[in-house]
């Protein structure tokens, strides 16, 4: 079963556009968010991350948004550059409530940024 | 520093091999995780190590054997392994603070099972 689900599976966007991924959830335990971004080859990075606490966090061009009644939360990638172009992972874990800091991921989002 | 690294970045091995993958951190964090990642897919979680005792093993086959020497040090040693075991084997260690957990990932190494 799908913990974490992410749409959608791949994305194309011009250089300078918004890029906008989703993800949804459904345990409600779950209290920590985090976005990976991951270029071809190499482990994936830890972009950005929420705490359900707050409903939005900007981080120079990337922005999570985060509706905690929903369920959901996304990410959004302003005046997005080639160099975006890569792919993205949102997870979700329990933070307060485990020892073990369990990740979740969704399926992924293939970013590609055209110039 | 939020660097973990892994070592080899690439190996290619036969199916009667025995061969072992390492992962460094020095950051202090004491849980530290093998995850196998295979392409266009997400990281699948394989085994958790908290305070260097296995604390999740996610059904992974006996032929995938961790060990964790000491806070700093994780291996995963392979044998007999499979063609479908080829994949992208990825160290990750997590720090919490505040409530805050925060896992960091190392570049992975490309297992290739002939």
């Known amino acids: 079963q799908q913990q974490v689900k992410q749409s959608p599976q791949s994305l194309i966007v011009q250089k300078g556009g918004i890029s906008i991924i989703n993800c949804a959830y459904e345990n409600t335990a779950f209290d920590y968010f985090p976005w990976y971004q991951q270029f071809p080859g190499k482990g994936p990075a830890l972009l950005i991350a929420?705490?359900?606490?707050?409903s939005e966090k900007k981080e120079g061009r990337f922005t999570i948004s985060f509706n905690k009644s929903a369920k959901q939360f996304s990410l959004h990638i302003m005046d997005s550059q080639p160099g975006d172009s890569a792919t993205y992972f949102c997870a979700a874990s329990r933070g307060r409530g485990s020892t073990l800091g369990r990740l979740y991921f969704g399926r992924g989002t293939q970013l590609t940024v055209w110039p | 520093d939020t660097e973990v690294t892994q070592t080899p970045k690439h190996l290619v091995m036969g199916m009667t091999n025995k061969k072992s993958l390492k992962c460094e951190q020095h950051m202090g964090h004491r849980a530290m995780y093998w995850y196998k990642q295979k392409a266009k897919k997400p990281p699948e979680l394989m085994f958790v190590y908290s305070y260097e005792k296995l604390s999740i093993n996610e059904s992974v086959p006996s032929r995938f054997s961790p060990e964790c020497p000491n806070s700093s040090l994780l291996n995963l040693h392979l044998h007999a392994l499979q063609p479908e075991d080829s994949a992208l084997y990825l160290c990750?260690?997590?720090?919490?603070?505040?409530?805050?957990?925060?896992?960091?990932f190392g570049p992975g190494t490309r297992l290739t099972v002939l």
């Open positions: 929420i705490r359900p606490d707050v």
């Open positions: 990750a260690s997590r720090r919490k603070r505040g409530g805050v957990d925060t896992q960091y």
